[in-house]
């Protein structure tokens, strides 16, 4: 994982992969379907592998329900949070607006093409985003790997909603779609901290909890 700025933001350049809240509180691995289902259902934190396949990991992070992130202080190391949706326009506003902001945002590899359409998009942003997909709402089936990237935000768009963000193969947009609570979602974070805490370059999240 690295900082990168864009603008007047520090972002990092992958997707969330942590199984720990910062206090060291386990976040439980989700096995099945069931399983995610029964977490949403009782409000409990949990994550899981794109297709509960651990090989995905190294590209795509991991999914989080949206209890294990809906405490961005608890998830997040110190100097870091979930961004909002303000953020996020800001990152888009500064990238040229919703459309080419999503072409610029995705990485130049890792994206399927279908027909004479290419998924890949310039990273001119350094954002690197990779299209690891999402859970279903209701079902908890996993959808979309290689075709679209989903975020979290911080912001709620109802009692049962919270404002994601979401890049397509297809298109060059990075558009905002009213999450259900009961989906599994990528997070990426933003460095709101010291100087020291948001220098570009690697870094290991592990270590910083």
């Known amino acids: ?6 603008g007047a933001q ?7 992969d942590v199984s720990t809240f910062q206090d060291g509180t386990p976040i439980s691995e989700i096995s099945s379907s069931e399983q995610w289902t029964a977490y949403a259902d009782a409000g409990t934190p949990g994550w899981s592998y794109y ?5 995905n990991a190294s590209l795509y992070g991991k999914l989080y329900n949206w209890y294990a992130v809906s405490q961005s202080s608890a998830i997040c190391p110190k100097g870091y949070r979930i961004p909002t949706e303000a953020d996020y ?26 027909g004479r359409t290419p998924g890949n998009g310039s990273n001119e942003s350094n954002f690197k985003g990779n299209p690891g997909g999402y859970v279903k709402s209701s079902t908890a089936e996993f959808w979309d790997l290689g075709w679209s990237g989903n975020f979290w935000t911080q912001t709620t768009s109802s009692a049962t909603e919270v404002v994601s963000k979401r890049i397509y193969w297809s298109n060059k947009q990075c558009i905002s779609v009213n999450a259900p609570i009961d989906m599994g979602l ?5 460095c709101t901290g010291s100087s020291q805490d948001c220098t570009d370059g690697d870094f290991d999240i592990t270590n910083m909890f």
Not at 10 to 16: P, V
């Open 186 to 190: 990528s997070v990426r974070l933003i």
């Open 51 to 55: 297709a509960f396949d651990s090989s």
């Open 89 to 114: 326009t800001t990152l888009i506003t500064y990238l040229g607006g919703v459309d080419p902001a999503g072409y610029k945002m995705k990485n130049t590899e890792n994206w399927l093409t279908l």
């Open 10 to 16: 520090k972002w990092t350049d992958t997707n969330l």
């Open 1 to 6: 994982m690295a900082i990168k700025t864009i």
